[in-house]
């Protein structure tokens, strides 16, 4: 059984930045490619950036830059530092196993951390 959960998310006006944090354990295991994930209202889920269990990263261009993204193996954990945050960037955001989106409907994911950016 898949666990996630996701914390560090809050209400900030644009230039601020946030940490978010992500604890998973189940059948989620320290080798997989991790992604953070959003979502906004109206929108499809997309994912904004992956890092390998070896450390390589992955970002979606509208946040490279802006966001980085981490983890830590040994507490089986994956953070999203977010700085020079945009109204933009105001979504739901998850974690999860980086797949395709053609995955999205049968993985089981947290209940997100909600950000919202105000101009």
């Known amino acids: 059984q898949v666990q996630l959960v996701e914390s560090g998310g809050g209400s900030v006006q644009a230039g601020g930045s946030l940490r978010l944090a992500c604890v998973f354990s189940?059948?989620?295991?320290?080798?997989?490619?991790m992604g953070w994930y959003r979502q906004a209202p109206g929108n499809q889920r997309e994912v904004v950036a992956s890092i390998t269990s070896g450390g390589d990263t992955v970002y979606q261009d509208s946040v490279r830059a802006r966001f980085t993204i981490s983890r830590d193996n040994a507490k089986n954990t994956v953070y999203l530092q977010m700085n020079n945050l945009k109204p933009e960037d105001t979504a739901v955001y998850y974690c999860?196993?980086?797949?395709?989106?053609?995955?999205?409907?049968?993985?089981?994911w947290g209940q997100g951390t909600q950000v919202t950016v105000s101009s």
């Open positions: 189940g059948n989620i295991f320290s080798r997989n490619t």
């Open positions: 999860n196993r980086f797949l395709p989106s053609a995955w999205y409907a049968s993985m089981s």
